[in-house]
C-alpha cells in the first residue's frame, strides 16, 4: 500500500467582510497580516521616539520604518480582547486591505499590543494581542485625493469614562501609497493582505492601561466616519 504525501499545514486564518459606502460587501479571506512601526512621514521625530523608547527597555528597531509579520489569525472584527494581564494597550492605526478582486480598501484599526512583552522583542508583542478592525471601509481610490486630511483618533475608558488618548491626521504618518509600493516590491500586494499602518503619538497624562479602545477614522470632507472598539476583558487566573 503507497501512502499519500503529507500535505502542509496552513496557517491559522480569519475572514473579515467591510460594508462600503454604497452598500456593498467585501468578504476578504486574510492571508497575511503586516504591522508597520516606526512609521511617521518625519523620520526625525521617528529616531527621538527611538531614544525614549529605548530608555524604557523597548529595543530599537535595525532599520525604521519597520514591517512585523504577525500571525493571520490576529486581524480580527470583534468587541472584545482577552488579556493575559493589565500592561496591555492599544494603538489608533489606518489599515489597507487587499480585496480578493484587488481592489484595494482603507479602514480604521487598533492594534492592541503587550507592552511587558515589548521590551524583550517589538515582534513579540504584536503578536500577542489582536489587530482588531472595523466593519466599514472605504476605496482607498475614492479617498486618495484628500487622504492627509482624514483624521485619526483614539480614546480609552475607565471606570466607563472615556478621554482621548490620540488626535492626528495621516499627514503625520507614511502615506498608503508608500506601503502599496513596499508590498508590490516584496510580492506581498496580493489579495488578503492587510497592512496596519503604525500610530500617532499618544496624549501625555492619559492611562492607556483601559478597560475599553475605541478608534475613529474620519473625512472632514464628507463627514463620514469609521470606526472600531472593543472592550479588554481580562482572562482568569491561571492555575499552575
Same mark, same amino acid.
Given at each position: 500500500?503507497?501512502?499519500?504525501?503529507?500535505?502542509?499545514?496552513?496557517?491559522?486564518?480569519?475572514?473579515?467582510?467591510?460594508?462600503?459606502?454604497?452598500?456593498?460587501?467585501?468578504?476578504?479571506?486574510?492571508?497575511?497580516?503586516?504591522?508597520?512601526?516606526?512609521?511617521?512621514? /518625519?523620520? #526625525?521625530?521617528?529616531?527621538?521616539?527611538?531614544?525614549?523608547?529605548?530608555?524604557?527597555?523597548?529595543?530599537?528597531?535595525?532599520?525604521?520604518?519597520?514591517?512585523?509579520?504577525?500571525?493571520?489569525?490576529?486581524?480580527?472584527?470583534?468587541?472584545?480582547? /482577552?488579556?493575559?494581564?493589565?500592561?496591555? /494597550?492599544?494603538?489608533?492605526?489606518?489599515?489597507?486591505?487587499?480585496?480578493? #478582486?484587488?481592489?484595494?480598501?482603507?479602514?480604521?484599526?487598533?492594534?492592541?499590543?503587550?507592552?511587558?512583552?515589548?521590551?524583550?522583542?517589538?515582534?513579540?508583542?504584536?503578536?500577542?494581542?489582536?489587530?482588531?478592525?472595523?466593519?466599514?471601509?472605504?476605496?482607498?481610490?475614492?479617498?486618495?485625493?484628500?487622504?492627509? #486630511?482624514?483624521?485619526?483618533?483614539?480614546?480609552?475608558?475607565? #471606570?466607563?469614562?472615556?478621554?482621548?488618548?490620540?488626535?492626528?491626521?495621516?499627514?503625520?504618518?507614511?502615506?498608503?501609497?508608500?506601503?502599496?509600493?513596499?508590498?508590490?516590491?516584496?510580492?506581498?500586494?496580493?489579495?488578503?493582505?492587510?497592512?496596519? /499602518?503604525?500610530?500617532?503619538?499618544?496624549?501625555?497624562?492619559?492611562?492607556?492601561?483601559?478597560?475599553?479602545?475605541?478608534?475613529?477614522?474620519?473625512?472632514?470632507?464628507?463627514?463620514?466616519?469609521?470606526?472600531?472598539?472593543?472592550?479588554?476583558?481580562?482572562?482568569?487566573?491561571?492555575?499552575?
Amino acid at each position: 500500500m503507497t501512502t499519500q504525501p503529507s500535505q502542509p499545514a496552513q496557517p491559522a486564518r480569519s475572514s473579515l467582510t467591510f460594508e462600503l459606502p454604497d452598500g456593498s460587501l467585501h468578504h476578504v479571506d486574510v492571508v497575511q497580516v503586516l504591522n508597520a512601526g516606526y512609521a511617521g512621514r /518625519s523620520q #526625525d521625530d521617528v529616531a527621538a521616539h527611538v531614544a525614549e523608547l529605548a530608555e524604557l527597555g523597548v529595543p530599537a528597531p535595525s532599520v525604521t520604518p519597520a514591517l512585523y509579520p504577525v500571525s493571520p489569525y490576529l486581524a480580527q472584527q470583534t468587541g472584545r480582547v /482577552s488579556v493575559q494581564h493589565g500592561h496591555t /494597550s492599544g494603538e489608533a492605526e489606518w489599515a489597507l486591505v487587499v480585496a480578493a #478582486d484587488g481592489e484595494l480598501l482603507l479602514t480604521a484599526a487598533c492594534d492592541h499590543t503587550d507592552r511587558a512583552l515589548e521590551v524583550h522583542g517589538v515582534a513579540w508583542s504584536k503578536n500577542a494581542a489582536p489587530d482588531v478592525l472595523a466593519t466599514r471601509a472605504w476605496r482607498l481610490s475614492d479617498v486618495a485625493p484628500r487622504l492627509d #486630511d482624514l483624521t485619526l483618533r483614539a480614546w480609552v475608558t475607565h #471606570d466607563g469614562e472615556e478621554t482621548e488618548v490620540q488626535s492626528g491626521t495621516l499627514a503625520e504618518l507614511l502615506p498608503p501609497s508608500y506601503w502599496v509600493e513596499v508590498l508590490r516590491e516584496r510580492g506581498d500586494l496580493v489579495p488578503g493582505t492587510v497592512l496596519i /499602518s503604525g500610530t500617532i503619538p499618544m496624549a501625555e497624562g492619559v492611562d492607556q492601561f483601559a478597560e475599553r479602545w475605541r478608534v475613529e477614522l474620519g473625512d472632514p470632507a464628507t463627514g463620514q466616519t469609521i470606526e472600531c472598539s472593543y472592550d479588554v476583558v481580562p482572562l482568569p487566573e491561571p492555575i499552575g
